[in-house]
């Protein structure tokens, strides 16, 4: 019922930047909140790791790799979460998913966690 659809992936010099976005939306009803939104990433031949979360209070987390050039940012009203990723390396190379747990739609809570079907982010030397 929950879809989480991401945009914005692509190829990319190092150097480059690129921003994701996702946007969460439901089959009926309408989503009120979302506690965490967030974006993870896997590499080939690598397990899926945490790139940057954001709470619905706008307290965020990213990982070492990241921090300094990646920024996450939610607009609440749009269910949107967005990743602007700048001065890519290619090790940022990896299909990034979308992340979303704890929905409140309309008077109900759902506590599961959502994914997106990922994006790819090609980063080349």
């Known amino acids: 019922q929950v879809q989480l659809v991401e945009s914005g992936g692509g190829a990319v010099q190092l150097g480059g930047s690129l921003r994701l976005s996702c946007v969460a939306s439901?089959?009926?009803?309408?989503?009120?909140?979302?506690?965490?939104m967030g974006w993870y990433r896997q590499a080939p031949g690598k397990e899926r790791e945490l790139v940057a979360i954001?709470?619905?209070?706008?307290?965020?987390n990213y990982a070492e790799a990241v921090k300094g050039r990646f920024t996450i940012s939610r607009d609440n009203a749009k269910n949107t979460v967005y990743l602007q990723m700048n001065s890519l390396k290619p090790e940022d190379t990896a299909v990034y998913y979308c992340?979303?747990?704890?929905?409140?739609?309309?008077?109900?809570?759902?506590?599961?966690?959502?994914w997106g079907k990922g994006t790819l982010v090609a980063v080349s030397s």
């Open positions: 992340n979303a747990v704890g929905l409140t739609i309309g008077d109900a809570f759902d506590a599961m966690e959502y």
């Open positions: 954001e709470s619905r209070v706008g307290s965020t």
């Open positions: 439901v089959a009926s009803g309408r989503i009120l909140s979302i506690n965490s």
